[in-house]
């Protein structure tokens, strides 16, 4: 959501890779950025100017000298009103050409004219990337500030597998919506949040656990994050995406979620406890297989309440599903976990994996209810969030 009518330079280098940088231009747009394209002349031998110009809507930028004024005075007019600059795919070359400071192409002066933040994603091969040459430009830039989107491991030119492939235009697109909130209303704040479901275990190879994946927790993790916040996310095992810059701690079982959150509420505001976690536990876990024939029934402990054990945060975070009376019921577990917010939901269905939407309300402590209609759990997370900021306006950061 911060990328929404943020000025976007998109610096596209003489890789293999250029073709992504279509993708990546193209999600800039759905995320609805302003996006203008600036292409090396190598970069033009990969793709032509005229595939970007078709996603953005855009005039593309390749050449530093034209005869037109008009031009030339838009061209640096680009730097100034710049929100964020990204380079994707990145070469070693251009990268040096950063760490030295050259200004010998148009990106290369645009990038020297600005004094919007720069992100920059290398693509190169391994023995590239590595070489120490490279690694010590990285390094400089890195010390001025230069935010780099470190290459993934996997497939390169020529079918070597190494580390040196352009980082995935998702990790990209996060890493800039990281770096747009930095300064925003939620910065200087720590923020607790947690996700998915717990997984307590009956033996070596089962468990009981909960169909909730996360989704929930990992959009409330990235819209603090993008707000600014310094967050740390407890979550079940998973295969949803991770945050860029936000602290991620993997744990399986009630217990374990306890003792993260324990630790990582020292000095945290808030805690936002989205993960389902379960009420109860084998009360032994058997040595090897349950086998068949053995066990007909399981005896069960109850586990920690882990919104009732902790009482250091400024603001607590409840959420809730409810089969009847779901607004009554939650209004009375914010009492009795002593929360400031609970977020109700009525369950609907007979099972299945959280929704990318939702109809919830947000019930306070004062006993307001803000009745939301059905949304994204994007959208959701930023109500949730926007009550957050408002609770903790009394509070010196
Ligand atoms: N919760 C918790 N520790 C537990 C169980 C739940 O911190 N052992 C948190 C959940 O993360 C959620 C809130 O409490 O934010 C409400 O969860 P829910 O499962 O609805 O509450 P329960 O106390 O388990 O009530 P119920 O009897 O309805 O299961």
Redesign the pocket.
Same mark, same amino acid.
């Given at each position: 959501m911060n990328l929404r009518n943020k000025r976007v330079i998109l610096g596209v280098t003489g890789s293999i890779s250029a073709y992504k940088a279509v993708d990546l231009a193209s999600q800039l747009m759905r995320a609805g950025a302003c996006v203008d394209v600036v292409m090396t002349e190598c970069a033009q031998r990969f793709i032509q100017p005229l595939t970007f110009q078709s996603i953005t809507g855009r005039q593309v930028y390749t050449d530093m000298f034209t005869n037109d004024p008009g031009i030339t005075l838009e061209q640096m007019q680009l730097a100034r009103e710049a929100d964020i600059v990204v380079v994707a795919p990145a070469t070693a070359n251009f990268v040096a050409k950063l760490a030295g400071g050259l200004a010998d192409d148009f990106l290369s002066v645009l990038i020297l004219a600005t004094r919007a933040p720069l992100v920059i994603a290398p693509a190169m091969t391994s023995a590239m990337y590595e070489n120490p040459q490279t690694q010590e430009n990285l390094g400089r830039l890195r010390r001025r500030g230069v935010v780099e989107v470190p290459p993934e491991w996997g497939y390169l030119m020529g079918g070597y597998r190494g580390r040196g492939r352009l980082a995935a235009n998702e990790t990209i697109v996060d890493t800039l919506r990281q770096v747009l909130g930095r300064n925003g209303e939620l910065s200087r704040v720590k923020i607790v949040v947690?996700a998915g479901g717990t997984r307590e275990p009956v033996d070596r190879v089962h468990f009981l656990g909960s169909y909730a994946a996360g989704k929930m927790g990992f959009a409330l993790a990235r819209e603090a994050r993008d707000q600014g916040a310094d967050v740390t996310l407890i979550h079940t095992p998973t295969n949803l995406m991770p945050p860029v810059g936000v602290k991620q701690v993997e744990v399986n079982t $009630?217990q374990e979620m306890?003792a993260a959150v324990r630790k990582a509420l020292e000095g945290a505001g808030v805690l936002i406890?989205?993960?389902?976690?379960?009420?109860y536990r084998p009360a032994r876990v058997e040595t090897d297989k349950i086998r068949e024939g053995e066990k007909a029934s399981l005896a069960l402990v109850r586990?920690?309440?882990?919104?009732?054990?902790v009482k250091e945060p400024v603001v607590k975070?409840?959420?809730?599903?409810?089969s009847s009376n779901f607004k009554d $019921?939650a209004a009375l577990?914010l009492s009795?976990?002593g929360l400031d917010l609970?977020v109700a939901r009525q369950l609907e269905g007979p099972y299945g994996e959280d929704a990318d939407s939702s109809q919830v309300s947000i019930i306070a402590k004062d006993g307001s209810v803000t009745d939301l209609p059905l949304q994204s759990i994007e959208r959701i997370a930023r109500e949730v969030l926007r009550k957050v900021s408002v609770l903790l306006k009394p509070y010196p950061r």
């Open positions: 947690t $009630a306890l406890m989205a993960a389902d976690v379960a009420d586990n920690p309440d882990i919104l009732m054990e975070v409840g959420f809730a599903t409810e $019921a577990k009795r976990k609970i």
